[in-house]
């Protein structure tokens, strides 16, 4: 399966690829939600999205 790992911290990215690549799957890395748009090309089959996260552009005043 090809997953999108949209996480801000690079460790816990990085961790997660690992561990998924360890399972037999494909893994993107995107360290924003911008980069997670870009990577949309290579048609990932699933997200893991940090929800918590959020860019000063993201923010609701």
Do not use: F, W
């Not at 090809?2 to 561990?19: S, W």
């Not at 360890?22 to 940090?50: C, F, R, T, W, Y």
């Not at 929800?51 to 552009?57: L, P």
């Amino acid at each position: 399966m090809k997953i999108l790992v949209v996480e801000d911290e690079t460790n816990i990215r990085h961790i997660l690829k690992y561990n998924l690549e360890l399972d037999g799957h494909s893994v993107i890395l995107a360290e924003n939600g911008q980069q997670a748009l870009d990577k949309m090309s290579e048609k990932p089959e699933l997200i893991l999205l940090d929800v918590s996260r959020q860019s000063n552009s993201d923010k609701i005043a």
